[in-house]
C-alpha cells in the first residue's frame, strides 16, 4: 500500500513538473503548493486570457462583417467544398459497395469528424495565417512586450467568424450521423474524450507551424502543407499502405487526430488504443511547446 | 514577340527567386495525390474488379495523370490580376506598348513550363514508389487530340480567371473571395481534378457538361484514356472550341466595361 503511495506521489511530481512548464510558458503562476489561492488565481487568470480573446474575436468579427460580400463568397465556398466532398464520398461508395470493409455512413462520418475538428481549429487558430508578417516586419516585437502570453496572442488572436458560422450544421450533421451507429454511453464518452484529444494535437500542429514560421520565415506554404497532410485523415486511415500509415499514425499523429475518434464511436477502438492516443498527443504536444520556447529564443527582431 | 520573350525570361527566374516557395507548392501537389491515389488504391484492390466503367490501370493512370494535366492547365499567375486592379497597378501596364492579356499568358506560359517539367519528375518518383499499373496511349490520333485538348483546356482556364479577376472592377476587395468560390472550389470538383465525373449519377453528370469545367481535366483525360474516340472526342473539341468563343466574348465584354468605371484606386 505504502509502496503505491509513493509511486502515486512521484508520478504526481512529474505531472506537477510538466503543468509548471505549461504554465511559466503561458505565464501563469506556479503550483508551488496546490493550495485553494492557487486555484482561484489560476481561475483568475484563466478568465483574464478568456476576456481578452472575447475582446480580439469581436475586433475580427467586426472586421469580417463589416465586408458582407466578401463573408458570403467564402461562406458559400466554404459550403460548397463541404458539400461537393460529401457527395463524391457518398457516390464512391455507394458505387464501389464500400470502402476498406466501412459503410457509406461510417466513411462519412470518418470525413464528418475531420470536417469538425478541421473548422474548429481553423475557427480558433486563424491568426497563425498572419503570422508571417509579424515576423518578417519585426512587429512581432509589440506583441512580445505585452503582458500577455505571445503564443496565446499570435495562435488565438484573430477567430475567424466565417467558420464560426458552419460549427452549428457540422457539429449537427456529426450528431445525427453518430447516432445512426447507436452508440453506447462509453462510445459517446471516448468519441468526446479522443476529439478533444485529436484537436490537442491539431493545436500541437499549428504551435509547430509558429515556430517554424520564426525559424524559416516561412508560414504560408508550412500552413498549407500541415493542411494537406490532415486532410489524408479526410478519410479512414486503414486505406493507406505502410509505409505511410505508420508515418501517420506515429509521426504526423493524423491517425489519433482524426480517425480515432470516429472509430471510439464505432465501438472499434480498444481502451489500449485509447491510453496510447492519449498519451500520444500530449507528448506531441509538449514537444511543440519546447519547439516553439527554442524558436522564440531564435526570434532577431530584424527590420523592426 | 521579342518583349514577350523577355516577359517570359524574367518570369522564369522570378520563380527561381522564391525557390522554397516552389518546392513547398510542388510538395502539396504531391501530398494532396497521395489522398486520392490511395482511395481508389483501395476501391481496386481486386485488379480485376470494374466500378464505374474503370479497372484498376484505368483509375490509377486518371490519377497520376492529375499531376500532368493540372500542371500544365492550372499552373497560372493571372489570379493576381485581380489583385492589381484593386491596388490600382493595372495603370502601370495601360500605359505601357504591351498588351495586358498577352503580357499574362506569357507569364502562364512560363509558369506552367517549369510546373510541368516538375510534374514529370514527381509523377516518375510516384510511379518508382507506388509501383502502380499505368495505361500508355499509343494511338498517335489519340494523343493528337489529347494535346489538342490541353491546350484548350489551358485557354479555357485563362479565360475564366480573367473573367473572374474583372469581378474586381466593381468590388475591389472581392478579388480573391471570387477566386475561391469559381477558380478553385468549382473548378476543382466540376473539372473532374478531384475524381473522375463519370462516378455521378447521370442527372448530375448532364448538370455539370452543361458547363465548361469538365473540358478542362476530365475530357483531356477521357481521350487519353481512350474513352472517348474519334467523332466524340472531336464532337468535344468542337464544344470546348464553342466555350472559348463565348468565354472570349463575355470577358472582352466585362474588360470593356470594367476599364470603362475603373478609377485606379490606389494609385
Redesign the interface.
Known amino acids: 500500500m505504502k509502496l503505491m503511495a509513493d509511486k502515486l506521489v512521484n508520478q504526481l511530481s512529474v505531472v506537477r513538473h510538466w503543468l509548471g512548464k505549461l504554465l511559466r510558458s503561458l505565464k501563469l503562476p506556479q503550483p508551488q503548493k496546490l493550495k485553494v489561492s492557487f486555484v482561484l488565481s489560476f481561475c483568475k487568470r484563466l478568465f483574464y486570457y478568456f476576456r481578452i480573446w472575447i475582446l480580439m474575436s469581436k475586433n475580427s468579427f467586426m472586421t469580417v462583417l463589416s465586408?458582407k460580400?466578401?463573408l458570403f463568397?467564402?461562406l458559400?465556398?466554404k459550403i460548397?467544398?463541404f458539400s461537393?466532398?460529401t457527395?463524391?464520398i457518398y457516390?464512391?461508395v455507394l458505387?464501389?459497395k464500400g470502402?476498406?470493409g466501412y459503410t457509406k455512413e461510417q466513411v462519412v462520418f470518418f470525413f464528418l469528424t475531420f470536417s469538425l475538428i478541421d473548422i474548429l481549429s481553423q475557427f480558433l487558430f486563424r491568426e497563425v495565417y498572419r503570422f508571417r508578417s509579424l515576423v518578417v516586419t519585426g512587429d512581432l516585437d509589440l506583441v512580445l512586450t505585452k503582458p500577455v502570453s505571445t503564443l496565446f496572442r499570435v495562435l488565438m488572436g484573430g477567430a475567424d467568424v466565417i467558420d464560426f458560422i458552419t460549427i452549428p450544421p457540422l457539429l449537427f450533421a456529426v450528431c445525427y450521423v453518430g447516432n445512426l451507429f447507436q452508440p453506447s454511453y462509453l462510445q459517446i464518452f471516448l468519441y468526446i474524450l479522443l476529439f478533444f484529444d485529436g484537436f490537442l494535437v491539431a493545436l500541437a500542429f499549428h504551435i509547430a507551424v509558429l515556430a517554424l514560421g520564426i525559424l524559416?520565415l516561412?508560414i504560408?506554404?508550412?500552413i498549407?502543407?500541415y493542411r494537406?497532410?490532415v486532410?489524408?485523415g479526410?478519410?479512414p486511415i486503414d486505406?493507406?499502405?505502410e509505409p505511410?500509415r505508420g508515418i501517420l499514425t506515429f509521426i504526423f499523429p493524423v491517425a489519433i487526430m482524426v480517425s480515432l475518434p470516429a472509430k471510439a464511436l464505432m465501438g472499434l477502438v480498444s481502451l489500449q488504443g485509447v491510453f496510447l492516443s492519449l498519451t500520444s498527443a500530449v507528448l506531441t504536444f509538449f514537444v511543440s511547446l519546447r519547439f516553439w520556447n527554442f524558436a522564440l529564443k531564435k526570434y532577431t527582431s530584424a527590420s523592426s | 514577340m521579342k518583349k514577350y520573350l523577355s516577359i517570359f525570361n524574367i518570369s522564369f527566374q522570378q520563380e527561381f527567386a522564391y525557390r522554397?516557395?516552389f518546392i513547398?507548392?510542388r510538395?502539396?501537389n504531391v501530398?494532396?495525390i497521395?489522398?486520392v491515389f490511395?482511395?481508389w488504391?483501395?476501391?481496386f484492390?481486386d485488379p480485376g474488379r470494374v466500378?464505374?466503367g474503370y479497372n484498376r490501370e484505368g483509375i490509377l493512370t486518371y490519377v497520376l495523370g492529375l499531376i500532368i494535366v493540372k500542371s500544365f492547365v492550372f499552373s497560372s499567375k493571372s489570379m493576381d490580376v485581380a489583385g492589381e486592379i484593386s491596388r490600382g497597378e493595372l495603370s502601370n501596364y495601360l500605359v505601357k506598348p504591351v498588351s495586358y492579356f498577352k503580357y499574362w499568358i506569357t507569364r502562364d506560359l512560363s509558369s506552367k513550363s517549369l510546373n510541368l517539367s516538375f510534374a514529370f519528375f514527381e509523377t516518375l518518383f510516384l510511379f518508382l514508389i507506388l509501383k502502380p499499373s499505368f495505361f500508355i496511349q499509343t494511338d498517335p490520333i489519340l494523343l493528337i487530340f489529347f494535346l489538342l485538348s490541353l491546350i484548350l483546356a489551358f485557354s479555357l482556364f485563362s479565360l475564366l480567371l480573367f473573367i473572374v479577376s474583372a469581378i474586381t472592377f466593381w468590388?475591389p476587395?472581392?478579388g480573391w473571395?471570387?477566386h475561391?468560390?469559381i477558380s478553385?472550389?468549382?473548378v476543382e470538383?466540376m473539372s473532374g481534378a478531384?475524381?473522375p465525373l463519370d462516378?455521378?449519377?447521370h442527372f448530375?453528370q448532364r448538370i455539370v457538361n452543361y458547363t465548361p469545367f469538365p473540358y478542362m481535366v476530365f475530357f483531356p483525360m477521357q481521350v487519353y484514356l481512350g474513352k472517348i474516340l474519334d467523332s466524340a472526342a472531336v464532337k468535344g473539341i468542337l464544344i470546348s472550341g464553342l466555350w472559348i468563343l463565348v468565354l472570349y466574348f463575355i470577358m472582352t465584354l466585362v474588360w470593356r466595361k470594367g476599364l470603362k468605371v475603373y478609377e485606379a484606386y490606389g494609385r
Open positions: 465586408r460580400k466578401i463568397l467564402f458559400l465556398g460548397l467544398r461537393f466532398f457527395a463524391f457516390f464512391l458505387g464501389a470502402l476498406s524559416t516561412e504560408d506554404h508550412s498549407m502543407i494537406d497532410l486532410a489524408l479526410k478519410l486505406i493507406y499502405r505511410l | 522554397i516557395n513547398m507548392w510538395v502539396r501530398l494532396q497521395f489522398l490511395f482511395l488504391d483501395a476501391v484492390k466500378v464505374f468590388m476587395e472581392a473571395g471570387a475561391f468560390l478553385i472550389i468549382s470538383f478531384l475524381f462516378i455521378l449519377p448530375l
